[in-house]
């Protein structure tokens, strides 16, 4: 597997991201991820196949426990009302679905939080599996409806938020508006 030293860092230090960089005109990878189902409280799988026919951004943050990652996911909540129809915005994190649905209730965040707790697989499919402290890299991905990689951000450092209108941007594209 494809080790991307120095690519990514939090403050001074350089980090080890393994996998490969995804790049637009690209096949989605598959991916297999966990959230808390709210009516039952039973934890539930979501796959990119689940969500087909629509524009998926995929927000991938370190840890909801990080400022910047909340500020993040908050900012990347505002923008739900500007989504065309069709479209959806996922927040992906190492953190478990318990701690992420009593983050999102607390927050009032109703878009999708999904866990990658077994997050490696992703980390490794999407090229962002951070070797120092085994979480996700912050990125952003824009998916098109064909399950094509349409955008793609890999924020270089942790500390900084993505470009959300170019984001945005590509979501509205990829849906024709």
């Known amino acids: 597997m494809e080790e991307r030293i120095g690519e990514v860092f939090a403050h ?13 005109g690209e096949a989605a990878p598959d991916f297999c991820l966990d959230y808390l189902d709210l009516a039952d409280h039973a934890v539930r799988t979501v796959d990119l196949a689940d969500s087909a026919g629509m524009v ?3 927000n ?11 500020r993040v996911t908050q900012r ?12 959806c915005i996922y927040t992906i994190s190492v953190d478990s679905p318990q701690m992420q649905a009593r983050w999102q ?23 962002v599996w951070l070797k120092e402290g ?9 998916i098109d409806r064909c399950n094509c ?4 951000e890999y924020v270089t450092d942790q500390s900084h938020e993505p470009d959300y209108e170019a984001a945005m941007e590509a979501v509205h594209q990829a849906a024709g508006y």
Do not use: D
């Open 12 to 24: 001074n230090e350089r980090l080890t991201v393994i996998g490969r960089r995804l790049h637009p």
């Open 56 to 58: 998926r951004l995929l």
């Open 60 to 70: 991938v943050v370190n840890s909801l426990n990080r400022p910047v990652c909340q």
């Open 76 to 87: 990347w909540e505002s923008f739900c009302s500007k989504l065309p129809p069709q479209a």
């Open 105 to 127: 209730e607390r927050e009032g965040v109703l878009h999708q939080l999904l866990s990658a707790p077994r997050g490696e697989q992703f980390g490794l499919n999407y090229g």
């Open 134 to 142: 085994h979480q996700l890299a912050r990125a952003v991905f824009v």
């Open 149 to 152: 990689i349409v955008y793609v």
